[in-house]
Structure formats: C-alpha cells, structure tokens
C-alpha cells in the first residue's frame, strides 16, 4: 500500500503467536465446560483410559471436536477466532474470503499434529541432564519452529501451515 497503512499487510510473527496464546486461554475454559459436562457420566472420577475405558475415549474425542468446531466455525465464518480480533489479524482464502471446511480441517489438523508432535521434545528439552535422547526432542520440535520460522523466508509472510491450506494470515485495520 502507498499509504504507508499496516492493513491487509502479512501479520507478524508476533501476532500470530500473541493471538495463539489468548485462543488458547479460551480452548482451555472449552475444555472445562467439556469436562464440567461430562463428570456426571463419570460419577466424579478423573476421566483416563485405565479407570473410565469408552467414556474417556468418548471424552477425548468430544474435546477435539469441540476445539475444531471453535477454530472452523470462525475461520469459515469471519476468518477470525477471537483471538485474532484482539490482535487484529484475519486468515482468509486467495481471494480474501473466509476459508472453507476442508480447509479449516486440513489447517487444524496439520497445527494439532505439529503440537502433539512437538509437546513430548518439549517436556524432554525441559531436563537440564544432555543425552543422545536430545537430539531426538529437538527434531520433535523442530517442525513447529520451522512452520512458524518459515514466516521470515515467505515472501508474503505465510507460514508452512499456510501453504498447505491454502491460507494466509493478514493484518486488518
């Protein structure tokens, strides 16, 4: 733009994860409603697989749908989840809509995939003690990093999530 104006211009890293973290404050309040919901079934016992058998794969499955439902239905609808309005950014499709369902499944899966990934090198790279078993949890990280890192080489500032949705993630006004 040649006004100078920082909208619709690619978001920054910093948002990005800025927004994640606020998303993610508001995934964990959907996981207690979720397991408030759910207690009854399990007469107020922990819900694990050892002790509840199909009532926690049942539970398991529920919290993923329902995390999917709050991440589509406003990435297809206004193409901003409530954290991305704080920090006022937008995902949108090529032409600038909102994106669609499969692409929505495609973006939540790959970002679900690349945490579960990530989270077991985290909790190893979180030990001081150095072993061989290091190097594997920093290649269990690496992913994540470099799907965000890859923001700073894209010459729209898209990450390897984006390219694969295919989406990008835009500052709004």
């Given at each position: 733009?040649?006004d100078?104006?920082?909208?619709e211009?690619?978001a920054?890293?910093?948002?990005?994860?800025?927004a994640?973290?606020?998303?993610?404050?508001l995934v964990?309040a959907?996981a207690?409603?979720v397991?408030?919901?759910?207690?009854p079934l399990s007469?107020?016992?922990?819900?694990l697989?050892?002790?509840q058998?199909?009532l926690?794969?049942?539970?398991?499955?529920?919290?993923?749908i329902?995390v999917?439902?709050y991440?589509?239905?406003s990435?297809?609808?206004s193409?901003?989840?409530?954290?991305?309005?704080?920090?006022?950014?937008?995902l949108?499709?090529?032409?600038?809509?909102?994106?669609?369902?499969?692409?929505?499944?495609v973006?939540?899966l790959?970002g679900?995939?690349?945490v579960?990934?990530?989270?077991?090198?985290?909790?190893?790279?979180?030990?001081?003690?150095?072993t061989f078993?290091?190097?594997?949890a920093?290649?269990?990280?690496?992913?994540?990093?470099?799907?965000?890192?890859?923001?700073?080489?894209?010459?729209?500032?898209?990450?390897?999530?984006?390219?694969?949705?295919?989406?990008?993630?835009?500052?709004?006004?």
């Amino acid at each position: 733009m040649s006004d100078g104006s920082t909208a619709e211009a690619p978001a920054g890293l910093f948002r990005r994860l800025a927004a994640l973290a606020y998303d993610l404050l508001l995934v964990i309040a959907l996981a207690f409603v979720v397991t408030f919901a759910m207690l009854p079934l399990s007469r107020g016992e922990a819900i694990l697989a050892e002790t509840q058998g199909w009532l926690a794969h049942a539970y398991h499955a529920l919290l993923a749908i329902v995390v999917f439902a709050y991440f589509g239905w406003s990435w297809t609808r206004s193409g901003q989840t409530l954290g991305m309005r704080a920090w006022r950014i937008r995902l949108e499709a090529r032409g600038g809509a909102p994106i669609r369902w499969p692409d929505a499944l495609v973006r939540f899966l790959l970002g679900a995939g690349l945490v579960a990934l990530a989270l077991p090198g985290a909790r190893h790279l979180a030990h001081p003690a150095w072993t061989f078993g290091t190097l594997g949890a920093a290649a269990l990280v690496f992913p994540l990093v470099l799907n965000y890192a890859w923001t700073f080489f894209d010459a729209e500032g898209r990450s390897l999530q984006d390219l694969a949705g295919p989406a990008r993630v835009r500052r709004v006004a």
